[in-house]
């Protein structure tokens, strides 16, 4: 299952089944698990931890160093867990000293072409992110976020989960859990009703939200005001807990 004309490295862990396509390299400090297949031309360098059943597709490059200049050959790391598929060209670099050290993905993420992750990125699980989606440093995505494509994320920049952008949205804030946005600038379209609905949430759960989403965005209060106002409605909503949660952790500030 390893083609012939694949370079494995001295070290490298790999379970029994995985499958590595043709003129792959895999480095010294990689360990791959079980069911996971590598397509041909993939480069994975450095210490990098795949969990099981992952798919790679040629030409991607994972665990390259992080595009920092003050990056000086640090021991740093990417760590995947199970289930992802990494579609062509998808790039993801090791972090950093200068934060999470480690590049971390969770499971079952569909990354498709072209995507890029950034040192010390940390991505949740069951997400999608569209073609050319770019992900600067130490960005972080909640579970069930969906990016459009070619959705750029400016550095340190929390997107929340359940969240979604269209095509070509610019984030240089923070996008709260549940909301829509779009644009350049990005800015806010709405709650992410239909996939709430999808992800099996209930309309009570979905009325709070959009509840709070006009207190947020559509009541003319303050940021300030609009976030006491979620402290009321919280009380018998955990979803509007979670946003509540989130707008107090946000250091870059919100879309609004």
């Not at 099981?52 to 995947?80: C, L, M, W």
């Not at 598929?85 to 480690?102: C, H, K, P, Q, Y």
């Not at 940390?122 to 600067?136: D, W």
Request: glycine letters at 12%.
């Amino acid at each position: 299952m390893i083609h012939p004309s694949a370079i494995i490295e001295a070290g490298a862990k790999l379970a029994p089944d995985v499958s590595i396509g043709a003129y792959s390299l895999i480095g010294p400090q990689v360990e791959i698990g079980a069911g996971s297949v590598i397509g041909p031309h993939v480069v994975i360098e450095g210490r990098v931890k795949l969990g099981r059943d992952n798919r790679i597709a040629q030409f991607a490059s994972i665990g390259g160093p992080p595009q920092d200049k003050k990056y000086a050959g640090e021991e740093t790391a990417v760590e995947i867990g199970d289930g992802n598929t990494s579609r062509e060209f998808v790039t993801i670099n090791r972090g950093t000293l200068s934060d999470a050290r480690v590049t971390r993905v969770g499971d079952d993420n569909w990354i498709m072409a072209y995507v890029h992750f950034a040192h010390d990125c940390q991505i949740g699980s069951n997400t999608i992110f569209a073609n050319a989606c770019e992900l600067a440093g130490h960005v972080h995505v909640g579970d069930w976020a969906i990016l459009g494509a070619t959705t750029l994320v400016h550095q340190f920049v929390h997107v929340g989960a359940h969240s979604f952008t269209g095509m070509g949205t610019y984030l240089d804030r923070d996008l709260p859990p549940y909301v829509k946005a779009a644009g350049n600038m990005a800015k806010p379209f709405g709650i992410n009703s239909r996939g709430l609905r999808r992800r099996g949430f209930c309309d009570a759960s979905v009325i709070a939200l959009k509840r709070a989403y006009r207190s947020l965005y559509r009541s003319g209060l303050t940021l300030e005001e609009a976030r006491r106002e979620l402290d009321i409605q919280s009380s018998d909503s955990p979803e509007v807990r979670l946003l509540a949660a989130f707008l107090d952790g946000s250091s870059r500030g919100i879309i609004r």
